[in-house]
Each structure stands twice: as structure tokens, then as C-alpha cells.
């Protein structure tokens, strides 16, 4: 049992470039999320998912999009990249019997 | 809408100090309170949790009292270790009005000097 696995760990990207960052679950949860975490600050919701097919936007989506076409993946795409999103990304799945939520080891990501 | 609010770091303590990170939230609803931590280079993992009030949730020597009259869910810790370091969220989530979306502190930054 995996849990929650993300990858790359570590990217840089050069401004305008796109790129995907991957989410895989093993929980068979329902509901996941993306995270996005700047130096000294707390976790800002990008996108959430409610289950394969529905996703929605949190509260910094500018940038962004996700797709969730089956219950374990839920990949974060970045299409035209830019210095601001230049931060450490964090997927986290919901057990949603006992309201917690298991988070990836994160991908830090550098656009230049 | 619903936020949480935690007290400023970074904090620094000495080996078997006592350890408070106070944390107040703002809710509609009735939430349940976390805590999670997050060592160096790690993702957030649950800590210890609560949800209703003057529940108290325990894990690992930590405590916090899920304390509605006051909307607070303060974490302590009698003693502390040098393992104890790490980055510390109180947040709070309503699965009933939310889908089980999460309101996240800024985070403490706790080290613990031997």
C-alpha cells in the first residue's frame, strides 16, 4: 500500500514551458486535492476532485488545469508556466470515514 | 468562510521544554480540528485530531482540546525532543458543507535545541 504518490520530486521549467505533475492514489479514496505551498506560508487550494469525472476549482485555479478520469490518478497540468507558480506542489487524497487527509512527499517546482 | 489562524513562529526550545502552539478558527458548521506535521522535505501527516467539542485528541505525547467557546484547538506538549522539529498546521474541515476541503494555518516552524 503506497498511498498517495507523486512525481517528479523536483522540476524546473523555463517560462511558457507546460508540464504535468502526477498524483496516484492506491486508496481507493474518492475525494483528492491539490495543494500548492509558497516558503512560510500555509497550503492554497488549487483544485479539488469529488470522485472519476468532477473536478473543481479551489482557490487559486489561475494557471491550472486537472482532469480525473479514473478514482487513483489525478494529474495537475501547467500550461504556460510562469515565475509565480515557482513553489512546492502537494496532492492529498481524503479518507473520508475519519475526515483525514494522507498527502504526498510533493514536487518542488522552479520556473526560470 | 471558514479560516484558521495560528500563532507566529518560528519557535525555538530547549530539550524537555513545554511546548504551546495556540491555533483559533473561524467556522460555519461544525468542523472537525486537526493537527499535522511536516518534517524536512516531507509531505503533511496527521498528528492528532478532534471532532466535537471538548473532544481531546492525543498522539505521540501531543495534545489539543477541541474548545468551541473559545474556537480554539491549541497544541502542547509536556517535553519536547530534538525529533520533534518540524512544521506544525492546525486546520479544520466540515465534510457536510465542504467536500471535505481543509482550511490550513500559515504553519509553526518548531525547533528543539539539545
Known amino acids: 500500500n503506497a498511498g498517495v504518490t507523486q512525481t517528479p520530486k523536483f522540476r524546473i521549467l523555463k517560462i511558457g514551458q507546460s508540464m504535468t505533475l502526477q498524483c496516484t492514489q492506491d486508496?481507493?479514496?474518492?475525494?483528492m486535492y491539490w495543494y500548492r505551498q509558497d516558503p512560510g506560508m500555509g497550503l492554497k487550494l488549487i483544485y479539488y476532485?469529488?470522485?472519476?469525472?468532477?473536478?473543481d476549482k479551489g482557490e487559486v485555479p489561475n494557471g491550472y488545469n486537472v482532469s480525473r478520469s479514473t478514482t487513483e490518478d489525478f494529474p495537475l497540468r501547467l500550461e504556460l508556466a510562469a515565475p509565480s507558480q515557482t513553489s512546492v506542489y502537494f496532492c492529498?487524497?481524503?479518507?473520508?470515514?475519519?475526515?483525514?487527509?494522507?498527502f504526498g512527499p510533493g514536487t518542488r517546482l522552479t520556473v526560470l | 468562510g471558514n479560516s484558521v489562524t495560528q500563532m507566529e513562529g518560528p519557535v525555538t526550545l530547549s530539550e524537555e521544554a513545554f511546548l504551546t502552539i495556540n491555533c483559533t478558527y473561524t467556522?460555519?458548521?461544525?468542523?472537525?480540528l486537526f493537527w499535522y506535521v511536516q518534517y524536512p522535505g516531507e509531505g503533511l501527516q496527521l498528528l492528532l485530531k478532534?471532532?466535537?467539542?471538548?473532544d481531546k485528541g492525543s498522539n505521540k505525547g501531543f495534545e489539543a482540546t477541541y474548545r468551541k467557546e473559545t474556537t480554539s484547538f491549541h497544541l502542547e506538549k509536556g517535553s519536547v525532543q530534538v525529533s520533534d522539529s518540524a512544521v506544525y498546521f492546525c486546520?479544520?474541515?466540515?465534510?457536510?458543507?465542504?467536500?471535505?476541503?481543509?482550511?490550513f494555518g500559515d504553519g509553526t516552524t518548531l525547533t528543539v535545541k539539545p
Open positions: 492529498a487524497s481524503l479518507l473520508e470515514s475519519t475526515d483525514t487527509q494522507y
Open positions: 486508496m481507493n479514496h474518492n475525494y
Open positions: 476532485s469529488v470522485g472519476a469525472g468532477i473536478t
Open positions: 467556522a460555519t458548521g461544525y468542523p472537525s
Open positions: 478532534a471532532t466535537k467539542a471538548d
Open positions: 486546520a479544520l474541515s466540515d465534510p457536510r458543507t465542504n467536500a471535505g476541503k481543509s482550511t
